[in-house]
């Protein structure tokens, strides 16, 4: 027999449906930061000796979406057996992914300039150094449809092209605005995922009281 009744009934399922939901955002997020992962225009640039900052976020967000997957499950579980150790559980797992996503997400906003500027400063050196550099240079211009840098376009055979700190601004820009942004919003659903744990194992806690 159901350990809750009336309105916690309809928690019960709202919780249900919700770590459904989180599971397949778990899904999105691992998706996403494999994807950024394992970009062929990522890792072509930052494989070569570029600094990789740029991966700390890619890291954490697919240690929270195979963790979030995880989570899922067990809080499902959690709501249709109506287990307040399976729901603490959920609970804890889901403060510890909040740090992470909110984490993910400062630091794709935050530290998006110095992503961009030590990027930025490793192609000018090896624009700077020549010799056993050129074939690195030749993968930016080819990546990122550019040639030279602002101060320098005498190298380039189309002058009316982007330059290459442009372009990697471009580049990364986008790619950690959607770090940012993603890890924020999943961070705020995950809010309400702990309400709802806490009311429904709340409300176990207290009819077993009564019983």
Known sequence: ????????????????????????SGSLVLALGLWLKFDSSTSSLLNNGAPETFFIAVYILIGAG????LVGFFGCCGAVRESQCLLGLFFTCLVVIFGAEVA???????????????????????????????AVVSIYHRILDCCGDAEEKTMCSNPEVKDC????????????????????????VM?????????????????????
Not at 14 to 23: C, G, H, S, T, V
Not at 107 to 115: L, P, S, T
Not at 117 to 133: A, M, R, T
């Open 104 to 134: 993910a997400g400062v630091f794709g906003i935050m530290k998006k300039n110095q992503v961009i500027e030590e990027v930025q400063n490793f192609y000018s050196n090896l624009i700077k150094e020549g010799g056993n550099n050129t």
């Open 165 to 188: 700190k442009a372009a990697i601004s471009d580049f990364f820009d986008d790619k950690l605005y959607i770090i940012g942004y993603l890890g924020l919003v999943i961070a705020g």
């Open 191 to 211: 809010v309400i995922g702990m309400i709802f744990s806490i009311v429904l194992c709340c409300a176990i806690r207290n009819n077993r009281e009564v019983i």
């Open 1 to 24: 027999m159901s350990k809750v009744q009336g309105g916690m009934k309809c928690v019960k399922y709202l919780l249900f449906f919700f770590n459904f939901i989180f599971w397949l």
């Open 66 to 69: 195979g963790t979030m997957m």
